[in-house]
């Protein structure tokens, strides 16, 4: 197989250069039995942001900073707890991410502030009964 990375000649001009390249590699049968051969190109429409889609699929949709998804999460929490169906749930929801808190608060986390303390969980719980 000829190498395509031979110089082009000189006093050739470099389309028709190409072009012999192509041709020649294409009577050896190079692109023969090529994954897609007789089947039409996808077409799909540009996208500008397409490097940020493939980035969030890659990171499984967890793009934000470490410390800004535990602010996340712990907003979570707690208003699962307060629509817990019981105390004891919303003890147990709210012990798990204090303990998040109180890990990210030794070792922080990458990115902004954390900004976070564990939350007090009978003044949780005061509110959930305050809402039933």
Known sequence: MESMTERKPPGVSFES???????????????????GSGKPLP??????????KKKVREEEGTVLPASLQLRREAFDARALAVA???????????????????????????????????FDVEAVLRERQAGS
């Open 84 to 118: 817990a169906s019981s105390d004891d749930e919303a003890r147990r929801i709210l012990s798990a991410i204090n303990a998040r808190i109180v890990e990210a608060l030794r070792k922080p986390l990458s990115g902004p502030p954390l900004n976070l303390m564990p």
């Open 43 to 52: 077409v799909e429409p540009y996208d500008e942001d397409w490097w940020i």
């Open 17 to 35: 250069w190409v072009d012999r390249q192509i041709r020649e590699a294409q009577e050896r049968g190079e692109f023969d039995n090529l994954a």
